[in-house]
């Protein structure tokens, strides 16, 4: 079955840098890649997604880059404030399975 | 996206009893799954919730200890059976409106003393 790694478990930055986070996973079938945010004693919350027919896409602050071949993909933050301090996931899934989920990076952003 | 609620949101129970959670959708949605999150830990997939049949468990699940039903497209209950300390834990429906995007509800927290 797919495995997905997820890297680093803690990140630390300083208000208005960057951050990024990093997924590999196992099973080039794979063609979903959801990121979600859970704040502290809330639920996970879809913030971007992406298919693997694309390589990029943005919102805003947030984008997700897709290497195919390499099998990883990585979360960008942009500009950090401290709201975006949070648990972030990232998982893999193909077509109707279920997702699998890395093991999520605390990011914290200090003012 | 879909408007998801559980019930109840937290409950203190004791050990050798059950509970049992609901989720309820305010749209009919095509995948329901229920999740285990541990405080620090990741999203456990514990079923599938399949509507008019068994529900598909992952490995180290099964339907003796959570039991789960889904009688239409907006509505399960997951069902923590026997339960003893070490089921303390947040649990958290979730839907798929189209193939892909999936989203969770507010999650169940459970203390077992």
């Known amino acids: 079955g797919e495995n997905v790694e997820q890297h680093p478990s803690t990140l630390s930055v300083q208000e208005g840098d960057s951050a990024v986070i990093k997924c590999t996973y196992s099973?080039?079938?794979?063609?979903?890649f959801p990121w979600y945010k859970q704040e502290l004693g809330k639920r996970p919350q879809l913030i971007i997604d992406?298919?693997?027919?694309?390589g990029e896409k943005k919102d805003q602050r947030i984008a997700v880059t897709l290497n195919k071949t390499a099998k990883h993909f990585s979360l960008h933050i942009t500009e950090t404030q401290p709201e975006d301090s949070a648990v972030y996931f990232c998982?893999?899934?193909?077509?109707?399975?279920?997702?699998?989920f890395g093991k999520g990076t605390m990011l914290l952003v200090s003012p | 996206s879909a408007v998801i609620s559980q019930k109840p949101s937290r409950d203190i129970c004791q050990r050798g009893t059950s509970l049992t959670i609901q989720c309820q959708v305010d749209?009919?949605?095509?995948?329901m799954f229920w999740y285990r999150q541990q405080p620090g830990q990741s999203l456990t997939l514990i079923a599938t919730?399949?509507?008019?049949?068994?529900?598909?468990?992952e490995s180290g699940f099964v339907i003796d200890k959570f039991p789960i039903s889904r009688p239409n497209l907006t509505f399960s209950t997951l069902t923590v059976s026997n339960m003893s300390p070490e089921d303390s834990s947040i649990y958290l429906c979730?839907?798929?409106?189209?193939?892909?995007?999936?989203?969770f509800g507010p999650g169940t927290r459970l203390l077992v003393l």
């Open positions: 979730s839907v798929r409106q189209n193939q892909e995007t999936q989203y």
């Open positions: 099973d080039s079938a794979s063609n979903y």
């Open positions: 992406i298919r693997s027919n694309v």
């Open positions: 998982a893999a899934s193909m077509g109707y399975s279920t997702l699998t």
């Open positions: 749209s009919q949605v095509t995948m």
């Open positions: 919730a399949n509507q008019g049949s068994e529900a598909t468990y």
